[in-house]
């Protein structure tokens, strides 16, 4: 749900925020008080183009900024987030921004991180649908009309099954084609393979060998300058006159006499003797590391040759000695695929033929289930359609099975949805042809249509927010009446925002918004705020055509109702 929907220097808006609850939630506002400021608020927000001439007089930018409550959402949010190197919700929030200024630049985020208008776009599919003269309608699209039919029948999993199929089948698709090559092509790369695999195998590579080798080497070339050293280390240790060994001797007969004057520095000879027993492992361990060291040119040869041969190996298939070990090991696989070739493509073609066969039972079986479900869907919808001041509109779900040939081959072109195609299409009048949904002229036509569907469809759509501007247009009595209460039930399982011009409408609303203009320090600026019953009572008298006691009655006798 939409939590909160900040908007910074947009049109007369100065500074607002505004906190809605779950529910159905109504604006309501004398004509050009702010109302439609909203609607282009969140359409900023849902990716669409940005008019400068909408930032407030005076200011530099405009900032519209929106928290989201997704605990509800069923879409891949956070793969998504992490696909396109976007932060992960917090506490359940996503936040999205979008800034754009005078001098023509343009930024959004989200979760804080810089993002495109795409990315907007293609995260407003999944949170809100826009329905008015500022259209975000997704159920406009032939696609998203597949998905809403498969959803209203609970052919999820057979669809689900069918799109699986098909990536199957891409990847035999795909296998085959890296084994069909011409005689030419299949002969060169074949002799590439082999000469690859036999010198990487020749190479007797072992993992992580290039590091142990690099230092031996080092160590290697640098044999006498260690040994000279060592034996510097070794004579200023013990083999000369004037050696640290020697000198120790000296400091401990110096030391026991200190110790005989003074007992109580009996821990200064205790740390002597400590020093004198490090020197001698000192030594001892120099020595030994110096009759190690020995000066081998031809040693040395041998390893420069093997670094060499590794590092050319590295060259070819690295950058790294790991790196050229797995390259072995798929050239050695694609060798032996290639010198079996023709057994199999024969093994490819059976699989191909039984991955067809199952995509046309499935493809089928989904065809058949969805020609019983468009005719319950159009039937429930032309229900609904009269029931909100259609009374001889007819809504029909036009489906187009695009079956293949009974055996399908690689040329086959194949959707993941299945066979069909579809478009939602509605007569408003008798003697009328339907028409597609997007071919709806009127508005207020098509947001009572869009309502209706809303209707039929609340317990399987998943877009959690639905917002509605003129769906009272050109409509009043007993049919304002069953408008507001269809959305109440939406309401039930969406948040629904409708900006109304209706007090039947606007009764029915959980919770009551009006939109006012003021003018402070010169300036105009649309404000909103939340009306308790008494103020409610006022406005929805208004709306009724004054503040008469018949209106406020007739207000108080609506909220009761």
Same mark, same amino acid.
């Given at each position: 749900?939409?939590?909160?929907?900040?908007?910074?220097?947009?049109?007369?808006?100065?500074?607002?925020t505004?906190?809605l609850?779950?529910?159905?939630?109504?604006?309501?506002?004398?004509?050009?008080?702010?109302?439609?400021?909203?609607?282009?608020?969140?359409?900023?927000?849902?990716?669409?183009?940005?008019?400068?001439?909408?930032?407030?007089?005076?200011?530099?930018?405009?900032?519209?900024?929106?928290?989201?409550?997704?605990?509800?959402?069923?879409?891949?949010?956070?793969?998504?987030?992490e696909?396109?190197?976007?932060?992960?919700?917090?506490?359940?929030?996503?936040?999205?921004?979008?800034?754009?200024?005078?001098?023509?630049?343009?930024?959004?985020?989200?979760?804080?991180?810089?993002?495109?208008?795409?990315?907007?776009?293609?995260?407003?599919?999944?949170?809100?649908?826009?329905?008015?003269?500022?259209?975000?309608?997704?159920?406009?699209?032939?696609?998203?009309?597949?998905?809403?039919?498969?959803?209203?029948?609970?052919?999820?999993?057979?669809?689900?099954?069918?799109?699986?199929?098909?990536?199957?089948?891409?990847?035999?698709?795909?296998?085959?084609?890296?084994?069909?090559?011409?005689?030419?092509?299949?002969?060169?790369?074949?002799?590439?393979?082999?000469?690859?695999?036999?010198?990487?195998?020749?190479?007797?590579?072992?993992?992580?060998?290039?590091?142990?080798?690099?230092?031996?080497?080092?160590?290697?070339?640098?044999?006498?300058?260690?040994?000279?050293?060592?034996?510097?280390?070794?004579?200023?240790?013990?083999?000369?006159?004037?050696?640290m060994?020697?000198?120790?001797?000296?400091?401990?007969?110096?030391?026991?006499e200190?110790?005989?004057?003074?007992?109580?520095?009996?821990?200064?000879?205790?740390?002597?003797?400590?020093?004198?027993?490090?020197?001698?492992e000192?030594?001892?361990?120099?020595?030994?590391?110096?009759?190690?060291?020995?000066?081998?040119?031809?040693?040395?040869?041998e390893?420069?040759e093997?670094?060499?041969?590794?590092?050319?190996?590295?060259?070819?298939?690295?950058?790294? !000695?790991?790196?050229?070990?797995?390259? +072995? @090991?798929? /050239? *050695?696989?694609? =060798? %032996? #695929?290639?010198?079996?070739?023709?057994?199999?493509?024969?093994?490819?073609?059976?699989?191909?033929?039984?991955?067809?066969?199952?995509?046309?039972?499935?493809?089928?079986?989904?065809?058949?289930?969805?020609?019983?479900?468009?005719?319950?869907?159009?039937?429930?919808?032309?229900?609904?359609?009269?029931?909100?001041?259609?009374?001889?509109?007819?809504?029909?779900?036009?489906?187009?099975?695009?079956?293949?040939?009974?055996?399908?081959?690689?040329?086959?072109?194949?959707?993941?949805?299945?066979?069909?195609?579809?478009?939602?299409?509605?007569?408003?009048n008798?003697?009328?042809?339907?028409?597609? !949904?997007?071919?709806?002229?009127?508005? +207020? @036509?098509? /947001? *009572?249509?869009? =309502? %209706? #569907?809303?209707?039929v469809?609340?317990?399987?759509d998943?877009?959690?927010?639905?917002?509605?501007?003129?769906?009272?247009?050109?409509?009043?009595?007993?049919?304002?009446?069953?408008?507001?209460?269809?959305?109440?039930?939406?309401?039930r399982?969406?948040?629904?925002?409708?900006?109304?011009?209706?007090?039947?409408?606007?009764?029915?609303?959980?919770?009551?918004?009006?939109?006012?203009?003021?003018?402070?320090?010169?300036?105009?600026?649309?404000?909103?705020?939340?009306?308790?019953?008494?103020?409610?009572?006022?406005?929805?008298?208004r709306?009724?055509?004054?503040?008469?006691?018949?209106?406020?009655?007739l207000?108080?006798?609506?909220?009761?109702?």
């Amino acid at each position: 749900m939409l939590h909160t929907l900040r908007i910074k220097n947009l049109a007369l808006v100065a500074d607002l925020t505004l906190d809605l609850p779950e529910g159905l939630s109504v604006l309501t506002g004398e004509t050009g008080a702010g109302k439609s400021i909203i609607l282009g608020a969140v359409n900023l927000l849902l990716g669409q183009r940005a008019d400068r001439t909408l930032i407030r007089s005076g200011a530099d930018s405009c900032t519209v900024e929106a928290v989201f409550d997704i605990r509800r959402l069923k879409a891949p949010l956070r793969e998504f987030l992490e696909s396109n190197g976007l932060e992960p919700c917090e506490d359940h929030a996503l936040t999205l921004k979008r800034t754009f200024t005078a001098a023509g630049s343009n930024r959004q985020f989200v979760n804080g991180t810089p993002t495109s208008l795409s990315v907007l776009a293609s995260l407003g599919e999944w949170l809100v649908d826009l329905h008015g003269p500022h259209d975000h309608q997704s159920l406009l699209y032939p696609a998203r009309q597949l998905d809403i039919l498969d959803a209203f029948g609970g052919l999820e999993n057979a669809r689900n099954e069918f799109a699986t199929l098909l990536q199957t089948r891409a990847k035999i698709l795909e296998e085959k084609r890296q084994l069909i090559l011409d005689e030419l092509t299949y002969a060169r790369e074949l002799d590439l393979l082999r000469f690859q695999v036999e010198e990487i195998t020749a190479s007797r590579l072992v993992a992580g060998e290039d590091i142990a080798l690099a230092e031996e080497h080092h160590r290697a070339s640098n044999a006498t300058r260690l040994l000279e050293q060592c034996q510097s280390a070794l004579e200023l240790l013990s083999e000369s006159d004037t050696a640290m060994l020697s000198q120790t001797g000296l400091l401990g007969r110096t030391l026991h006499e200190v110790k005989r004057l003074d007992p109580s520095t009996e821990k200064l000879l205790e740390l002597h003797e400590s020093t004198v027993e490090l020197l001698r492992e000192l030594q001892h361990e120099l020595s030994r590391y110096r009759d190690r060291i020995q000066v081998d040119p031809e040693r040395l040869t041998e390893l420069e040759e093997r670094l060499n041969l590794i590092q050319s190996l590295k060259r070819k298939h690295g950058p790294r !000695l790991e790196d050229v070990l797995e390259y +072995g @090991e798929k /050239a *050695r696989a694609r =060798l %032996a #695929i290639l010198n079996s070739r023709d057994a199999e493509v024969i093994r490819l073609n059976q699989a191909l033929a039984e991955v067809h066969k199952q995509i046309l039972d499935v493809g089928k079986r989904l065809s058949i289930a969805r020609a019983a479900l468009r005719v319950k869907l159009a039937n429930a919808v032309t229900s609904d359609l009269q029931e909100l001041g259609f009374n001889q509109s007819h809504f029909d779900v036009v489906l187009t099975p695009n079956l293949p040939e009974l055996v399908l081959n690689e040329q086959t072109k194949l959707n993941a949805s299945g066979f069909d195609q579809i478009e939602f299409q509605f007569a408003p009048n008798p003697g009328e042809p339907p028409r597609p !949904l997007r071919a709806i002229a009127s508005s +207020g @036509e098509m /947001a *009572r249509v869009m =309502l %209706a #569907i809303k209707s039929v469809l609340a317990r399987v759509d998943d877009v959690p927010v639905l917002i509605f501007d003129e769906v009272d247009a050109n409509v009043g009595g007993e049919t304002a009446r069953a408008v507001g209460a269809r959305m109440k039930q939406i309401g039930r399982n969406h948040q629904v925002l409708c900006i109304s011009h209706l007090a039947p409408v606007a009764a029915q609303a959980k919770t009551h918004f009006l939109v006012s203009k003021s003018t402070r320090a010169g300036r105009t600026e649309s404000r909103i705020e939340a009306l308790d019953n008494n103020s409610r009572i006022n406005e929805l008298a208004r709306m009724l055509g004054g503040g008469g006691d018949a209106a406020v009655q007739l207000a108080e006798s609506l909220l009761k109702s």
